[in-house]
């Protein structure tokens, strides 16, 4: 089974701290992606990696980075939390062929930013 | 326009009925289609995937695909209150690793 795990299932932040998402896969993925996902807006691609070290930008990257220094771990990093960061965030992982683009999902961490 | 659009819900079906699910895209090119279900508060997870067209099915579940009119669907047989979820479509993007994801349509399957 694959399995893909976060650090944390709930946080809270106050404005202004910095903020450390971690995401763990096992089954030797090259992809992974983190999302956020807002009533209403449904998912949102903030970042994705498609090999260790290498990442490009999603839909919505302000105000966030990433890193990925190995293969099975990939960080999303709020510089400074604010208000409107406020989310469930979702890491997702995948094998990079054709018809192998299927994501699994980690259980996400809901963010307070207060 | 969206790449991937759901019909809007909700979608209120009785036990025991059928509860049919539609998408459609916009990107002829794409060649790989996933449903996942969304309970609330949780994550998504896969419920089926479908690469050609015709049918698919998997216990209660079929997905159909017709790729010359650019939708697939889900059909929930015998639905159950735990199939009360929100269920997403997702399909490739040709040429990235990346998929597009529509809004969701939400399922309520009253007893």
């Known amino acids: 089974d694959v399995k893909v795990t976060q650090s944390s299932r709930y946080l809270v932040k106050r404005t202004g701290e910095k903020v450390f998402l971690e995401c763990v896969q096992d089954?030797?993925?090259?992809?992974m992606f983190w999302y956020r996902q807002d009533p209403g807006l449904g998912l949102r691609l903030i970042y994705f990696s498609y090999d260790v070290k290498m990442k490009e930008k999603g839909d919505i990257p302000e105000g966030y980075s990433v890193s990925r220094e190995k293969k099975e771990r990939f960080s999303l990093i709020l510089e400074s939390a604010s208000t409107n960061q406020t989310s469930m965030y979702l890491c997702?992982?995948?094998?990079?062929?054709?018809?192998?683009?299927?994501?699994?999902f980690g259980p996400g961490t809901r963010l307070l930013v207060l | 326009q969206k790449e991937v659009e759901q019909n809007s819900g909700p979608l209120s079906v009785p036990e025991g009925a059928i509860a049919s699910l539609n998408c459609t895209y916009s990107d002829r090119g794409s060649q790989s289609f996933f449903w996942y279900r969304q309970y609330s508060g949780k994550s998504p997870e896969l419920i089926m995937s479908i690469y050609s067209n015709g049918d698919k099915e998997d216990g209660r579940f079929t997905a159909q695909l017709n790729k010359a009119s650019q939708y697939v669907s889900l059909l929930i047989r015998d639905s159950q209150p735990s199939d009360s979820a929100t269920y997403l479509c997702?399909?490739?993007?040709?040429?990235?690793?990346?998929?597009?994801f529509g809004a969701g349509t939400t399922v309520t399957v009253r007893a």
């Open positions: 997702a399909v490739n993007i040709p040429g990235d690793y990346k998929l597009s």
């Open positions: 997702a992982s995948s094998f990079p062929g054709q018809g192998e683009e299927t994501q699994y």
């Open positions: 089954m030797d993925h090259e992809n």
